[in-house]
């Protein structure tokens, strides 16, 4: 049974940090894609950055780009994302993504608060 839990949700002050922890069970991790995605108050669930199996590549939506950091520990089954400078519109529910198999696995994601 695939399990994804994410942690490291917080309530951060414009233009500081956090690191986004999601732990994975249950299937092979280290031969599959990992993403994270993200949803704002009354907004669609939108993507924010995918990893490769080795993590030797990512991509990025354009709203997160040169301030996100996705990365992998498969030795740990654990997918991070390492957010820096946030804003107040990164406030949002995170979410650990797996595709696999035509389905798409969710954790029950972590709250990130950008405010002052």
């Known amino acids: 049974q695939v399990q994804l839990v994410e942690s490291g949700g917080d309530l951060v002050q414009p233009g500081g940090s956090l690191r986004l922890s999601c732990l994975a069970s249950?299937?092979?991790?280290?031969?599959?894609?990992m993403s994270w995605y993200r949803q704002a108050p009354k907004k669609a669930r939108e993507w924010v950055a995918t990893?490769?199996?080795?993590?030797?590549?990512?991509n990025y939506a354009d709203s997160v780009k040169d301030r996100f950091t996705i990365s992998r520990d498969n030795r740990k089954n654990a997918v991070y994302l390492q957010m820096n400078n946030l804003k107040p519109e990164d406030t949002a529910v995170y979410y650990c993504?797996?595709?696999?198999?035509?389905?798409?696995?969710w954790g029950k994601g972590t709250l990130v608060t950008v405010s002052s």
């Open positions: 993504n797996l595709y696999l198999n035509d389905m798409d696995y």
């Open positions: 990893i490769s199996i080795l993590g030797t590549s990512a």
């Open positions: 249950g299937f092979a991790f280290s031969n599959n894609v």
